[in-house]
């Protein structure tokens, strides 16, 4: 498979802030717990750990607090076997943090995550010895909303003469861009990135209502090599140069849908690394998105390596009836 600049040996760097997740336990509204479960909570990280249960070596890059919170991110994320080797201490800022609060019309986030230590990044983080090696550089629409210096260092991966290809989640998170317009700087950065992931939904809310379908947003976003387009639990299309490529969604118990983004682009990825035809890798990110929508946390187990080779090779009709619960 190849992008603008092609896939190489070597692992995906992943660059973005994982923050520590308090959520209730149980799983109900937040002004009404008695117990709270810490757990952690990242785009990038999710994608690298998914990456890492798929067996594709996958670094994460970023900075934590030197705290209780910050030991305990970089802990479970190494024991994902992810390599940490590029992730920085601030002696000085502290690990951000985030709270759910599940309710009947979804969960909301609560971020407390301003002067953080990721939010400290700067393109420099770029010349760290963990990114010089990348096979990719996965971004996420989350990092340029932090601070100045994080929409630097996303203009900065995304520079016309850089070494790597980049893979950009759009991921719109509207609570951290209060008060600024993230429309043009989310289009500019996908526009530039090697392989795109997006909702239709939230290109929707960025882009406006002529976004009806994903072919306007292939029209609006014609830069990028590998656009894929994720219509909710209906189904993803894949735009590579002039042809596209669509896969139904798979019918999934659903615990909570938070996560199921990050597990789907890296589930894609790992299809495009091992070099699947396109329509297997969009089948690879549907069964690698259900492992986070059956549990309450960011991330789960892959489905049984039985199924997924099954599925990935099963005929439309028997994809479509597959139930993974």
Known sequence: MSTHRPLRPGPVVCVGETMAALA???LGPLD???LLRVDIAGAESNVALYLADHGIPARWVSAVGDDPFGRRVRARIAAGGVDISGVRTDPERPTGLLLKDPGAHGTRVHYHRTGSAASALAPDVLDD???AGAALV?????????????RALVAHALRPDRPWPVSFDVNHRPALWAGRSAADVLRQFADRADIVLVGLDEAQALWGDGITDAERVRDLLSGPRVLVVKDGDRAATAFVGDAAHSVPALTVRV???VGAGDAFAAGFLSGLLRQLPVDRALRLGHLTAAS??????????LPDPALVTALLDADEETWRAAVID
Request: with cysteine; aromatic share 0%; hydrophobic share 35%.
């Open 292 to 301: 986070a929508l059956r549990v309450a946390a960011d991330h789960g187990p």
């Open 32 to 34: 009404g717990a008695d």
């Open 255 to 257: 615990a909570e849908p």
């Open 129 to 131: 010895p963990a990114v």
């Open 24 to 26: 209730p336990d149980p």
């Open 138 to 150: 996965h971004l996420s629409g989350i990092t340029p909303a932090l601070s100045p210096g994080c």
